[in-house]
């Protein structure tokens, strides 16, 4: 195997993969949602565990999912 090939022997790129971009995002930002209540039903067991920063996590994706459909609104 090997890591560095001249480009005059590099094979060319590869195509990009058509995604719809506004499905992907709404699944992710539902799932973060989900887990969102999730932990926040688990609020305590969490603080006693010194693990909310797993529902710190959720609140954040949520954030960015809502944001990327800001960027994405083609």
Not at 42 to 47: C, G, K
């Amino acid at each position: 195997m090997k890591f560095f090939l001249p480009y005059d022997q590099r094979k060319p790129d590869p195509e990009p993969a058509k995604v719809d971009i506004k499905r992907v995002l709404l699944i992710g930002t539902f799932v973060w949602g989900i887990a969102i209540i999730v932990l926040s039903a688990l609020y305590q067991p969490l603080a006693d565990a010194g693990l909310l920063w797993w529902l710190h996590t959720s609140i954040v994706g949520f954030g960015l999912g809502i944001f990327g459909f800001l960027v994405v609104r083609t």
